[in-house]
């Protein structure tokens, strides 16, 4: 017995159908990580953007506060594109941006006085480009159109064609018992439009 239907067993009443266990899910697991990318997306870029100065002194690269901040909103950006519909779209656009903090942490590398901070930041933004790129093309194989495109333009709406269908009814039997006059008309003649019911209805009024 599920959750919901626990919840719902005070309004329920006696012999209503319950849900005694959910199916399997329609999303699979590149489904369920594009959008758990979503939510770190949303996380490291609100650290960006406002925590920029902590971040640019931990990593050895003052004075870059600004291309930091740049980097959050995108990664917002990324973020809630990777949870919405479009989570395709997200998580590609995190694998690009994967690609940028790759460039800026390698300049930071030659010219950071924190050389060991910025190495371990840019080994964990390879690890995430790794499972980025993996979790973009399942989703990519996974929302691929599979199969040609069929074309219905030569369909005429009719089992066996036009031609074939046209007079069909024509051929159609009525069944007798369809045929037959109503036995309640034959009890209850009618006059013009007045049954001898509503006669007796009209006098009494």
């Known amino acids: 017995m599920t959750l919901m239907t626990k919840m719902t067993r005070p309004a329920r009443h006696e012999g209503d159908p319950e849900i ?11 489904d369920s990580t594009g959008k758990g990318l979503g939510w770190f997306s949303l996380a490291l870029g609100a650290a960006e953007l406002f ?26 950006v990324a973020g809630v594109t990777s949870l919405s519909a479009d989570e395709k779209v997200g998580v590609q656009s995190r694998v690009a941006g994967d690609l940028l903090d790759i460039a800026a942490l390698g300049v930071a590398l030659a010219t950071s006085r924190k050389k060991g901070n910025v190495a371990m ?21 996974r929302h691929a159109r599979k199969g040609p495109t069929r074309d219905y333009s030569d369909r005429s709406g009719w089992p066996n064609g036009r031609e074939k269908s046209a007079g069909a009814a024509a051929d159609f039997s009525m069944p007798k018992d369809m045929a037959q006059e109503p036995q309640a008309a034959k009890a209850s003649p009618t006059d013009g439009s007045t049954s001898p019911a509503s006669r007796q209805l009209e006098a009494i009024a």
Not at 20 to 30: D, H, K, Q, V, Y
Not at 53 to 70: P, S
């Open 121 to 141: 930041a840019l080994a964990f933004v390879v690890g995430a480009t790794v499972l980025d790129a993996v979790t973009a093309a399942a989703l990519q194989r």
């Open 20 to 30: 005694l266990e959910t199916g399997p899910s329609s999303r699979n697991w590149a």
């Open 51 to 76: 925590g920029a100065k902590k971040l640019t002194k931990t990593l050895g690269v003052e004075g870059h506060e600004t291309l930091v901040r740049a980097f959050g909103v995108r990664e917002i």
